[in-house]
Structure formats: structure tokens, C-alpha cells
Nanobody, 123 residues
């Protein structure tokens, strides 16, 4: 239902663009967030974008990362610039996705997680 991609190995100061794609029986996609989890650490919120386009960022990535979305494609992106070794982590996208319930014909929604994509920043 939710697929993250775009991770890889990059040198410090470099850039990467992550993508998050919703698929299947999608009626609407509301809030989309990117989280990251470094080895041995908890999963932390990186950035959020609402259905209306309002954004919020963790202090550690402000000014370097930009979250955006393409509502027509049910997709979101995380542009990461000036990457640092501390940005090394598995990045996950999370989205509130609604589908049409077959019996009631009404939209029902829940949060989904993508499978994660690894970002490695070398010094």
C-alpha cells in the first residue's frame, strides 16, 4: 500500500531525494510523514506534510530537508540536501490512507507504514 524508495550511499554534503508512493484502492491520502531510525536508536519523526500542504520539520533537518507531495500521484517526496553522517538511518514514510469500504461505500482510513529505505552518509 505504501512504498518508499530513493535511499543510497552518499558523501557528506551530498543530496538524495526519497519518494513515497501509495498504491492500491486509494480514495485519499491525508497526512504524510517521514521518520528515520538509526542503528540502536528509536524511530524519530523527520518531517510531516498535511493534506493541505502545511509542513513541519525536526530541528535537526530544518533548512536542509524539504518535504513535498503530488496529490495527483498519491506520492510524497523528501529532498535531502547537505547530508551529514548523522543523517544515516533507515527512512520510513507513514501516511493516512482512506479507501472505500465495499459494503458501506463510505471511506475508511488508517495509517500505513512503508517498508523503509536505507540512507548512508559517509564522512
Amino acid at each position: 500500500q505504501l512504498q518508499a524508495s530513493g535511499g543510497g550511499l552518499v558523501q557528506a554534503g551530498g543530496s538524495l531525494r526519497l519518494s513515497c508512493q501509495a498504491s492500491g484502492s486509494v480514495f485519499s491520502v491525508d497526512t504524510i510523514s517521514w521518520y528515520r531510525q538509526a542503528p540502536g536508536k528509536q524511530r524519530d519523526l523527520v518531517a510531516t506534510i498535511t493534506g493541505g500542504g502545511s509542513t513541519n520539520y525536526a530541528d535537526s533537518v530544518k533548512g536542509r530537508f524539504t518535504i513535498s507531495r503530488d496529490n495527483g500521484r498519491n506520492a510524497a517526496f523528501l529532498q535531502m540536501n547537505n547530508l551529514k553522517p548523522d543523517d544515516t538511518a533507515v527512512y520510513y514514510c507513514n501516511a493516512y490512507i482512506s479507501s472505500i469500504a465495499p459494503l458501506s461505500g463510505k471511506p475508511i482510513g488508517r495509517y500505513y507504514w512503508g517498508q523503509g529505505t536505507l540512507v548512508t552518509v559517509s564522512s
